[in-house]
Nanobody, 129 residues
Framework: AAQLVESGGGLVHPGASLKLSCAAS????????MNWVRQTPGNVLEWVSS????????YYADSVKGRFTISRDNAKNMLYLELNSLKSEDTAMYYC??????????????????????WGQGTQITVSS
């Protein structure tokens, strides 16, 4: 079965940086686009970023564009998210999510958990002074 395991979250101050990792197994990683989705304290599932299967095409939510960078290493079955200039509004549980095809898409509204079939367990980021 497909499995995704996130790591790298933590408690940080505003302005700090973090790098999240997602280890994938149980499926042909290089054939799928991937996403990062976060669940806010208000229980909203906000799509954050997506990357196509080859890694050449990326999309970002307006709230993180210019601060976050998504990348992948298909040789290692790894997905990453670099987060810079962190704000209190970035506090959330961050999930690694497999897409349904090789194509990355942009999402302009909150997503439901049923939108995608394969999710990791999440890693918590708390930004507080």
């Amino acid at each position: 079965a497909a499995q995704l395991v996130e790591s790298g979250g933590g408690l940080v101050h505003p302005g700090a940086s973090l790098k999240l990792s997602c280890a994938a197994s149980g499926f042909a990683f290089s054939e799928y686009a991937m996403n990062w989705v976060r669940q806010t304290p208000g229980n909203v599932l906000e799509w954050v970023s997506s990357i196509n299967n080859e890694g050449a095409i990326t999309y970002y939510a307006d709230s993180v564009k210019g601060r976050f960078t998504i990348s992948r290493d298909n040789a290692k079955n790894m997905l990453y998210l670099e987060l810079n200039s962190l704000k209190s509004e970035d506090t959330a549980m961050y999930y690694c999510v497999r897409a349904t095809s090789a194509i990355a898409f942009y999402y302009d509204a909150p997503v439901s958990r049923s939108r995608f079939a394969t999710w990791g367990q999440g890693t918590q980021i708390t930004v507080s002074s």
